[in-house]
């Protein structure tokens, strides 16, 4: 297990927060930051947008795989075109995940062993188990709910229901329950699920 420890030789505690699209992995995350003083959470797809943004060797091998199109007219990647591209077909999202899931799980580690003085760091990721992220974890959380849910949460953010379903059956993402410690039913009230959340870190 990978642990940071304080110059005291107090441990830091590094949650793990995974489940599928729109199953309420960010809310879950920011409650457990409001509730934990001293709490850093780590969005892994804000992250990975970054890294896109930031490191000219990944935009170039972006576009020998995916083509020109991909970027506006500034050469940024356009996130949504991005995305039509990987989900459609599982072999593009595999060519994406090699680029890309290296480059996250250094950038983690780094951000953990930065962030020593912090009391609790929770790592919010869809792509913990491909990632091998759940290697930094002490404990990981699952988050499940319906896909009827899942899809109402998606509608209501503004996707189309074209978008909808191509990010439904084109996130292809690994959920280890021999490796997961709490799993948190998100079929109820947002109450409910906060609720479920205090229960689990009770005595963590």
Known sequence: MFLIR????????VLG????????????????????KGTLVIDVDKMAKSIYCRNPEVLERLGELFGKEIFDEKGNPVFKRLAEKVFSAKKELIKLNNIMFPLIKREVKEILNKNNRMRYIVIDAAVLFDCELDEFCNYIIVIKNSVKRRKLFLKNSGYSDEEIKLRMEGQHIKINENKTDFVIENNGTKKSLLQGVRERLRGI
């Open 6 to 13: 304080y110059s005291q030789g107090v441990t830091i505690i």
């Open 17 to 36: 927060v995974t489940g599928r699209v729109a199953s309420g992995k960010s809310t879950v995350s920011s409650y457990i930051k409001k509730i934990r």
